[in-house]
């Protein structure tokens, strides 16, 4: 049986970065540094918008608040969790749990419907009753008569709802967003934004989201810029 987390106070930080800094190998030889020494601190419980031209650095910070990658050098905590001492099998469970991510192409599995790609998160949750849930996701963004469809009979605006049902159904309390409507047209983009932030509400979420959109970005509660791999500004309101 899955034990419910206790949510953590809105005043603490959800998601804290401590000099992380991010560098490859570059094609041409040396070192090409992504992130330089970025630290930032995000509440419990509030939204957040990454933004920045691109190369800035902003879906690879993103990635590294959710566990994907590891940083070079700095700390990240997230969720009471120093990433850095987790395994990549601690690393997985905690993603499993705690981070729900939305992706700018969707990454839905072509051969499986709706219902089944919100069911593999759920199941790697640990949730029970997971079918049920998954179920109860989709039809919470307007899908519930669409989930035995494959992603191929579904629109563009449909795969990011599913993409989203995925994302939330273990309710986690870190949502990060990489460009969630960036590939679709203005009308389905403002019916996902508005289903991010009534998840957001509702799940008592912490909302993380990389746009270009500044119209989107605006109605985020913290705005955080990047430039060349450093925080050039992190305001509220």
Same mark, same amino acid.
């Given at each position: 049986? $899955?034990?419910?987390?206790?949510?953590?106070?809105?005043?603490? *930080?959800?998601?804290?970065? !401590?000099?992380?800094?991010?560098?490859?190998?570059?094609?041409? %030889?040396?070192?090409?540094?992504?992130?330089?020494?970025?630290?930032? !601190?995000?509440?419990?419980?509030?939204? *957040? *918008?990454?933004?920045?031209?691109?190369?800035?650095?902003?879906?690879?910070?993103?990635?590294?608040?959710?566990?994907?990658?590891?940083?070079?050098?700095?700390?990240?905590?997230? +969720? %009471?969790?120093?990433?850095?001492?987790?395994?990549?099998?601690?690393?997985? *469970?905690?993603?499993?749990?705690? $981070?729900?991510?939305?992706? /700018?192409?969707?990454?839905?599995? /072509? #051969?499986?419907? +709706?219902?089944?790609?919100?069911?593999? +998160?759920?199941?790697?949750?640990?949730?029970?009753?997971?079918?049920?849930?998954?179920?109860?996701?989709?039809?919470?963004?307007?899908?519930?008569?669409?989930?035995?469809?494959?992603?191929?009979?579904?629109?563009?605006?449909? &795969? /990011?709802?599913? +993409?989203?049902?995925?994302?939330?159904?273990?309710?986690?309390?870190?949502?990060? &967003?990489?460009?969630?409507?960036?590939?679709?047209?203005?009308?389905?983009?403002?019916? $996902?934004?508005?289903?991010?932030?009534?998840?957001?509400?509702?799940? #008592?979420?912490?909302? $993380?989201?990389?746009?270009?959109?500044?119209?989107?970005?605006? /109605?985020?509660?913290?705005?955080?810029?990047?430039?060349? %791999?450093?925080?050039?500004?992190?305001?509220?309101?």
């Amino acid at each position: 049986m $899955v034990v419910p987390r206790p949510r953590l106070p809105y005043a603490q *930080a959800m998601l804290e970065l !401590s000099a992380v800094t991010k560098s490859f190998p570059s094609p041409e %030889g040396g070192i090409l540094t992504v992130l330089d020494g970025v630290s930032l !601190s995000i509440a419990a419980g509030t939204s *957040a *918008a990454i933004l920045g031209p691109s190369g800035s650095g902003k879906s690879t910070l993103l990635g590294l608040m959710a566990g994907l990658d590891k940083p070079t050098s700095g700390t990240i905590r997230a +969720a %009471g969790k120093d990433l850095g001492s987790l395994s990549e099998v601690q690393l997985a *469970a905690f993603r499993a749990r705690n $981070v729900g991510f939305v992706f /700018q192409s969707f990454h839905l599995l /072509q #051969h499986f419907d +709706a219902l089944q790609n919100v069911l593999i +998160a759920a199941e790697l949750a640990g949730l029970d009753d997971a079918e049920a849930k998954a179920g109860e996701a989709l039809r919470r963004v307007g899908l519930g008569e669409r989930m035995h469809h494959v992603p191929a009979k579904l629109s563009g605006g449909e &795969c /990011q709802r599913v +993409a989203l049902a995925r994302a939330v159904v273990a309710r986690p309390p870190i949502l990060l &967003c990489d460009e969630p409507t960036g590939s679709l047209d203005a009308k389905n983009a403002d019916v $996902v934004f508005a289903l991010l932030k009534e998840l957001h509400q509702d799940l #008592h979420a912490t909302l $993380v989201l990389v746009t270009h959109d500044a119209r989107l970005g605006a /109605q985020m509660a913290q705005h955080i810029a990047l430039e060349r %791999g450093r925080v050039v500004e992190a305001a509220h309101g």
